[in-house]
Nanobody, 128 residues
Framework: QVQVVESGGGLVQAWESAGLSCTVS????????MGWFRRVPGKEREGVSC????????YYADSVKGRFTVSRDNDKNTLYLQMNSLKPEDTAMYYC?????????????????????WGQGTQVTVSS
C-alpha cells in the first residue's frame, strides 16, 4: 500500500520562509519523478514544481521560480519544498504527488492525471 504524507506548512508572514516535506512508502521511491501541486478553493489546481527521479532535473511554475526550491533524498524516501520570500498569493493547500514516470514530462504541470499517488495535503497560509 502506497502512502504519501506531507508535513510542514502552517501560518507564516509575508516574505518569510517555510519548508514542506513529503515522505513516501510502499514503492521504490527513486523510480519516480515527484511533483508539488497547490490548490486554492474556487481555483484550478496548479503545478508548483517537479523533480526527476535522481533529483538532477527540476522544474518550476513561473509564479514560484527563483523563490521555491524542490529537492529529494532518495535514501530517506522524502521530497522537500523550500519556500522563500512567501507572498499572500502562495496561500494554498499543498499536495505532494508521485508521478507515473521517472522524469518530469513536458507540460508536467498540466498533466496531474499522470500522478498516481497523492498526499492529503498541507495548508500554507501567508499573511500580509
Amino acid at each position: 500500500q502506497v502512502q504519501v504524507v506531507e508535513s510542514g506548512g502552517g501560518l507564516v508572514q509575508a516574505w518569510e520562509s517555510a519548508g514542506l516535506s513529503c515522505t513516501v512508502s510502499g514503492l521504490t521511491f527513486d523510480d519516480y519523478a515527484m511533483g508539488w501541486f497547490r490548490r486554492v478553493p474556487g481555483k484550478e489546481r496548479e503545478g508548483v514544481s517537479c523533480i526527476g527521479w535522481s533529483g538532477g532535473s527540476t522544474y518550476y511554475a513561473d509564479s514560484v521560480k527563483g523563490r521555491f526550491t524542490v529537492s529529494r533524498d532518495n535514501d530517506k524516501n522524502t521530497l522537500y519544498l523550500q519556500m522563500n520570500s512567501l507572498k499572500p498569493e502562495d496561500t494554498a493547500m499543498y499536495y505532494c504527488a508521485v508521478s507515473s514516470r521517472g522524469y518530469c514530462a513536458v507540460s508536467w504541470s498540466a498533466r496531474s492525471y499522470e500522478y498516481n499517488y497523492w498526499g492529503q495535503g498541507t495548508q500554507v497560509t501567508v499573511s500580509s
